[in-house]
């Protein structure tokens, strides 16, 4: 299987995803995004980033929970897949692996 | 109030917009979250911010992953970009004839289209620049007492202003407008007649005419205020600011100073009320006089009513005639005096209304030369469509081959239609710009005032008509190419044969349309040419009319005359002395020039009769070179036919029903003394649109006006100087005027015109007519050759090697010729067949109008169809010609 590369922001809320459990859907994504990250996105650009995860494969969604703020609409749950978590594994690993070789001095104030 | 924070909806559009795009699988979730997100911002800022977040958010999840799978946006638009347009331009390009012809053609066709569509648009929306206009209405005065007593007139008497304001709560405001001709001066010095509107000084709360400079806001307050025009404040004071300058205007004897109190935009041409100076009508007293002011019957200025917003004309109409009876109640009968109104913009084309002061336009033409804009863009869209189909040949096999490849017919189609918009669309580019550029010819050609500015928004109408006419001349083609049967292509080159009769269907109906215009230019030139050829029963040729004037501008009718008279005495001892001016006399009304005084009375027989009355001089009759049938003519010098002779023509003899008419006098019982001496031959006095009416010809018209009850005159009753000029240089004529004038009258300005323009201009409208359809035709017989053309180019391509088989057996380029002109002779001839009847039935309509007409002769048609056969034969011959000079060996060996 061809490997997906994810970019920055899907690679954040792949793992906010993976971070929230059940609670993982698109305004809940938003609020943990700014309150983790501090990063301010617009609810569009996560629905858009949530598109192209189910598409990949990454993630995979349910629709329940229907409350009354949203006009009895339901929500749109997102859990992490065998493969997202895959992904993010590896992707972490490169990060880890790569931070490893940083020589510590550089951090220390001199 | 504090309102619950969770109530409340977002924007109805946004969310109708949000579902109509967005796909179903995805709506439900993406729409919750924007609810959340919608109340939480309602409870935490504001609804407004709310609202603003919820349709920017909408507009922001507007991606494509997000539309709609079966979404007309996902399909047509995407599938009609790029892709098609680009093999599109690549397959025109490979065949630059073809394109070239069909561009040249479309865009011809556009030209015309643009230009006659432009006038059409001025016409119909004349007067729509009044922001109000919706609400203006122009009030018009029904009289009606019985026996053919019918006045009908939408110019009203005076006090309907005063009237409409107290009676009628629905009007917020009434205004009147009138014109009348005052002698105009800077410095009491080159007096010159011009026309000065009356008006309500609240006028420009009705319409929107734009004062730049000066009082804007009350520019008639005072009695003795001006506005003038920005063209007239240029031609009077040049550069310098008018603000407070005065103009000399003589209003009667005096001539009186009026303040120049603000500057008028110069008013549109579109625009049925015109003027370039205007003081206000509260002078109406000492202009019209006292009786004028509250007369019901004596009608003079326009009267406009603006109706309040939340108020209705209905219910103006519904009371009018209540209002009327409390006024009138004891000398008349219900329904004989009826007030009634028509919207401003209703003014210029509706013929049901009488004219008032504003010239109108029959709308029956304007009708006629909008769709003639359409057929001739119809003639250009078949041509692009006959020679697709043309071309279908030679593309089957890309047809058949994309078909094999697994094209749909749906994206073929779109292939075919983005060729035919693109050609239409660059043809609209050429055309549009083509057809502004050529506004000044066309004005000139044709003698209309077309205006044309240009706004933003007209590209995205030239667009649409671009779009449009593309999908109108490619859908068929792209139709017929698209639904034929891959097998039938690819096995034989001869394609879709069965579809041909379609084309020839159509290449018929241009033929038909094109003969028809050929021949209708033809019959209505022919008209006009009867119309002025025309023996009218006079001699008028190189006739000059010098309008005189009275030294008193009030005063009764009759001293006026008079004293206009004595002035035409002095002028024309001074002119009479000139070798080149003889038959000098003088009139009441000249020919060519309408609204001749008409005079009503009841005869002795208790019959409402109405004849038309000219003051003359004794020379008038031999001036003008007119027969005596019966009777005698004036006799120069003689005092008693000054005083009471009258002549009648030979109409007024059978309408008064007169035996043995010399020595009788009028049956009516009222006149001043008069008896008849002569019945003069009948002449064409007004234009041949009328059948010839009863003339009395007199020297005196007091013994006329007294007996009669009504007189209405639309043209003035003051003298004329008339004298032909037998000299070769018309400049002359000017030079003689001139130095006479000067001599005798030097305070004023000299004006004059010649008769035969005037008698060639009441038919103007016709010529007019008849020159924008000379231009569509022109432009038909073009576009109808290019597209013959094609076609031609198409039937010798496909027929090469046949051709080049006949010259090796021997064949002459004549029956080559032969060959090639069959092809297309039955349609012509059908066409011109179909054309007839067509033609004969449209300009028997068109000659309804006239009373004096021709008959519609075989000559016109055979002229017509040989011009279009030339032409046809034309295009053809010389594609024959150049089929038949290609070497044989050429176009056999190629394979």
């Given at each position: 299987m061809k490997r997906e590369s994810i970019g920055e922001l899907e690679e954040l809320v792949l793992l906010t995803v993976g971070a929230l459990l059940?609670?993982?859907y698109a305004v809940a994504i938003l609020d943990e995004l700014h309150k983790q990250a501090n990063r301010l996105v617009d609810v569009t650009a996560i629905h858009s980033v949530l598109r192209r995860l189910e598409k990949k494969g990454l993630v995979g969604s349910e629709m329940k929970g229907a409350t009354q703020e949203r006009g009895g609409r339901r929500k749109r749950y997102f859990m992490l897949t065998q493969a997202g978590r895959q992904v993010l594994e590896e992707s972490m690993a490169v990060r880890m692996e790569l931070y490893q070789k940083l020589p510590k001095l550089t951090f220390s104030p001199s | 109030m504090e309102q619950n924070p969770t109530s409340g909806h977002p924007p109805r559009w946004a969310t109708r917009l949000l579902e109509w795009y967005c796909d179903p699988y995805l709506l439900e979730d993406l729409q919750g979250d924007l609810y959340e997100l919608y109340y939480r911002t309602i409870t935490k800022k504001s609804k407004a911010r709310a609202n603003w977040q919820y349709a920017w958010l909408v507009l922001r999840s507007f991606r494509w992953s997000a539309?709609?799978?079966?979404n007309p946006l996902k399909n047509n638009f995407i599938m009609f970009s790029g892709q098609h347009f680009k093999v599109a331009a690549r397959v025109l390009w490979r065949d630059k004839f073809n394109t070239i012809l069909n561009t040249v053609g479309l865009s011809i066709g556009i030209v015309c289209f643009v230009l006659l569509g432009l006038y059409v648009t001025q016409e119909v929306t004349f007067?729509?620049?009044?922001?109000?206009k919706d609400r203006i209405y122009r009030a018009w005065l029904l009289e009606d007492y019985g026996e053919g007593k019918v006045f009908f007139n939408?110019?009203?008497?005076?006090r309907f202003e005063d009237l409409f304001e107290e009676n009628f709560p629905e009007f917020e405001e009434v205004v009147q407008y009138h014109v009348r001709n005052f002698p105009v001066s800077r410095h009491e010095q080159g007096v010159i007649s011009e026309p000065v509107a009356i008006i309500s000084p609240e006028f420009f709360k009705v319409f929107d005419?734009?004062?730049?400079?000066?009082?804007?806001?009350?520019?008639?307050?005072?009695?003795y205020d001006l506005i003038i025009s920005r063209a007239y404040a240029e031609k009077y004071f040049?550069?310098?600011?008018?603000?407070?300058k005065t103009l000399q205007l003589q209003l009667n004897e005096n001539t009186t100073p009026f303040t120049i109190t603000a500057v008028l935009d110069n008013i549109p041409q579109s625009s049925s009320i015109k003027f370039d100076l205007a003081i206000s009508n509260v002078l109406n007293r000492e202009l019209l006089?006292?009786?004028?002011?509250?007369?019901?019957?004596m009608v003079g200025p326009e009267t406009y009513a603006l109706v309040k917003e939340?108020?209705?004309i209905e219910s103006v109409n519904a009371k009018s005639q209540d209002v009327v009876m409390s006024y009138l109640g004891e000398e008349m009968n219900r329904d004989e005096y009826n007030i009634g109104f028509q919207p401003l913009t209703d003014i210029?084309?509706?013929?049901d209304i009488p004219v008032g002061i504003a010239p109108v336009s029959n709308p029956v033409y304007v009708y006629v030369l909008a769709v003639i804009g359409f057929l001739v863009l119809l003639i250009a869209c078949i041509n692009y469509t006959t020679l697709s189909i043309g071309q279908s040949i030679k593309r089957a096999h890309e047809v058949g081959m994309r078909k094999v490849l697994g094209a749909a017919k749906r994206s073929l189609m779109m292939q075919y239609l983005s060729e035919s918009v693109l050609v239409a669309i660059v043809s609209m580019g050429i055309g549009g710009v083509l057809a502004v550029f050529l506004i000044p010819t066309f004005n000139r050609l044709t003698g209309v005032d077309l205006v044309y500015l240009f706004e933003w928004w007209h590209l995205g109408v030239f667009l649409a008509l671009g779009l449009a006419i593309g999908l109108l001349a490619g859908i068929y083609p792209a139709v017929i190419l698209t639904s034929t049967k891959v097998m039938t292509i690819m096995r034989s080159a001869?394609?879709?044969?069965?579809?041909?009769w379609v084309r020839k269907v159509m290449v018929t109906f241009q033929f038909v349309i094109t003969v028809l215009l050929i021949s209708s230019a033809l019959i209505m030139q022919k008209q006009i040419r009867f119309l002025q050829d025309?023996?009218?029963?006079y001699q008028y040729e190189a006739f000059v009319s010098v309008p005189m004037f009275s030294?008193?501008?009030?005063?009764r009718m009759a001293e006026r005359i008079a004293s206009a008279r004595a002035n035409a005495e002095l002028l024309k001892t001074s002119i009479e002395?000139?070798?080149?001016?003889?038959n000098v006399t003088m009139a009441s009304h000249t020919f060519?020039?309408?609204?001749w005084a008409e005079l009503s009375f009841t005869d002795d027989k208790g019959i409402f009769r109405t004849f038309s009355m000219l003051a003359v001089d004794a020379a008038y009759l031999s001036a003008f070179d007119m027969k005596i049938v019966e009777g005698r003519d004036f006799e120069k010098g003689s005092g008693l036919d000054e005083r009471q002779s009258i002549l009648l023509n030979e109409t007024a003899v059978d309408y008064f029903g007169l035996?043995?008419?010399?020595?009788k006098t009028l049956?009516?019982?009222?006149?001043?003394e008069h008896r008849i001496i002569g019945v003069v031959k009948?002449?064409?006095?007004?234009?041949?649109?009328q059948e010839i009416e009863p003339l009395v010809i007199t020297q005196n018209v007091q013994p006329m006006f007294r007996g009669v009850s009504d007189v209405g005159m639309k043209?003035?009753?003051i003298p004329k100087l008339l004298f032909k000029f037998t000299g070769s240089q018309l400049s002359e004529v000017q030079e003689i005027l001139t130095e006479a004038w000067e001599s005798t009258f030097p305070n004023r300005n000299l004006e004059y015109a010649f008769i035969d323009d005037n008698v060639a201009r009441q038919y103007e409208n016709e010529a007019r007519l008849n020159k924008l359809i000379a231009v569509a035709t022109v432009i038909s017989i073009l576009i109808a050759a290019i597209g013959l053309l094609g076609l031609t180019v198409l039937v010798v391509n496909s027929r090469e090697k046949e051709i080049g088989i006949r010259k090796v057996i021997g064949a002459s380029p004549f029956q080559i010729f032969h060959l090639l002109a069959r092809t297309f002779s039955w349609q012509l001839g059908l066409g011109v067949a179909l054309s007839i009847p067509l033609t004969v039935w449209l300009m028997r309509q068109w000659l309804q109008d006239f009373a004096y007409r021709i008959s519609i002769g075989a000559d016109m048609f055979l002229l017509s169809s040989l011009i279009a056969l030339v032409v046809a034969l034309m295009v053809i011959g010389y594609q024959a010609w150049k089929a038949a000079l290609v070497n044989p060996v050429k176009s056999l060996r190629t394979e």
């Open positions: 059940d609670e993982a | 539309i709609k799978k079966n007067d729509h620049f009044h922001s109000k939408s110019n009203t008497p005076v005419f734009d004062l730049i400079h000066g009082n804007v806001t009350k520019p008639l307050a005072g009695r040049g550069d310098e600011d008018p603000i407070g006089g006292e009786r004028s002011l509250t007369a019901w019957m939340e108020a209705s210029h084309l509706n013929p001869s394609g879709s044969r069965g579809k041909h025309k023996d009218l029963g030294s008193a501008e009030s005063g002395a000139h070798p080149q001016v003889s060519g020039t309408p609204g035996e043995n008419p010399i020595g049956p009516g019982n009222d006149f001043g009948d002449f064409h006095f007004s234009s041949l649109h043209d003035s009753m």
